[in-house]
């Protein structure tokens, strides 16, 4: 135990024999890709878990949102208001579609976007809103339609953390235009590596086969121009095996949060998102915010812990906007929450499996 490594996440795997038996029938067949049975299964598996009216498949959470951005055909050099407090896939996915983010502030109480800094940032050439449910905390959805319908925008979530979150008794995937799903093995729930888009139009989901598939639509016949973005055989039926243990996974976690929290939010310094009480939480991170008044920096304590073996990680530092490539280029709003929040953030190691010696350990590290 003493120099055993504990890293921020470990992946979730259903027992191995169970996936091998599962695996066995693609030696016999051999569609092993393009949408074959495997892949049909798992997009109705997860429409009826993740509560929403449709759902398209994708290799992995980045594509998604690189399509659900696509589908909307905006014009090129269309604004697109985002948070910069995300991974850089997000900002990545809008500037890939040729749009220019406008980054927002975010909140203290939640890292998500500050839906009151929203309407500042509107001008004549915006099109969209690029929130992210960050940690699988909620943006407020509500507040953002609001705006978005009073401007005529579409709001595409990043739901990347929010795998099976609800909100108000609905499944996070209903609000908004479209959101997108990381299946990352990182992730609460991983098909290795996967994605998916949920929307409520069903127009979209010819529309997104096509952005899959090369716009294949026969074998003579390409309607579209598209990428190749189809999730595998073997993905899908990780997904298959890994979505009957999601209940224990989520209940695992849920047990592991509430023994990290009642143990840190008495140590000073220490900060914690709010939780809010519409949500029903998928306990996908453990973020914690190293404030002014604990006895070391964020990158101190960071440090101490990789000492130990421990390896927390900053989710996100630094900012997107901040990064080499975006950097001098798209910033204007003040973003100074944003900017607080990714120079004290730490994302403690976490996942279903945690010993409660590692947590006890990591615990008393930071105290
Ligand atoms: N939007 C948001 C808000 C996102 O956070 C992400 C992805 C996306 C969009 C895009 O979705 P994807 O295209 O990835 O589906 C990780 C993940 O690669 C990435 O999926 C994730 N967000 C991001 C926050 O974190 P790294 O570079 O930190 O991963 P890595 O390789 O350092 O792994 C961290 C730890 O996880 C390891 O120390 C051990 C554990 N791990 C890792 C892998 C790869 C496993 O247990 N099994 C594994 O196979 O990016």
Same mark, same amino acid.
């Given at each position: ?40 299964? *798992?997009? /109705? ?8 009216? /449709? ?15 696509? *589908? ?76 978005? =319908? ?60 096509? *952005? ?27 997904? *298959? ?94 973003? /100074? ?15 279903? /499996? ?9 615990? =008393?590290?930071?105290?």
């Amino acid at each position: 135990m003493h120099n055993e490594k504990i890293l921020v996440t470990r992946s979730s795997m259903p027992p191995y024999e169970e996936y091998i038996e599962a695996i066995k029938p693609l030696w016999d067949n051999r569609q092993i890709t393009n949408m074959g049975q495997y892949h049909k299964e *798992l997009e /109705e598996k997860l429409k009826g878990y993740l509560d929403v009216q /449709e759902l398209s498949l994708m290799v992995n959470g980045h594509m998604a949102l690189e399509l659900a951005i696509q *589908l909307f055909d905006f014009p090129e050099g269309a604004e697109v208001i985002t948070t910069p407090f995300t991974f850089i896939s997000t900002t990545h996915a809008i500037v890939r579609n040729h749009l220019q983010p406008v980054f927002c502030d975010v909140k203290r109480s939640d890292g998500t976007m500050d839906e009151t800094k929203i309407e500042n940032l509107i001008t004549e050439r915006t099109v969209a809103i690029v929130p992210v449910h960050v940690y699988g905390n909620v943006c407020n959805v509500d507040a953002i339609q609001e705006i978005a =319908d009073k401007y005529n925008l579409r709001v595409i979530y990043d739901a990347a953390h929010a795998f099976g979150v609800k909100y108000k008794g609905k499944g996070i995937g209903n609000y908004g235009d479209a959101s997108i799903f990381s299946f990352h093995a990182t992730k609460v729930y991983n098909t290795i590596e996967g994605g998916a888009v949920a929307f409520s139009e069903h127009r979209f989901y010819e529309k997104l086969y096509n *952005l899959k598939n090369f716009g294949i639509r026969g074998e003579d016949l390409v309607t579209e121009v598209g990428a190749n973005a189809k999730m595998n055989e073997f993905s899908a039926i990780m997904g *298959l095996c890994n979505l009957k243990y999601i209940g224990n996974v989520l209940e695992e976690r849920r047990k592991r949060y509430h023994f990290y929290r009642k143990n840190v939010e008495t140590i000073k310094g220490i900060g914690l998102f709010e939780q809010n009480e519409d949500v029903c939480s998928n306990y996908a991170y453990f973020p914690v915010l190293i404030e002014e008044d604990y006895c070391m920096t964020r990158d101190e304590l960071y440090d101490a812990l990789r000492e130990n073996c421990i390896y927390a990680r900053k989710y996100f530092y630094p900012l997107t906007s901040d990064q080499e490539c975006f950097r001098n280029k798209y910033g204007r709003a003040c973003l /100074e929450q944003a900017r607080k929040l990714a120079n004290q953030i730490l994302c403690l190691p976490f996942h279903d /499996e945690m010993k409660i010696e590692q947590m006890v350990k990591i615990i =008393d590290i930071i105290k």
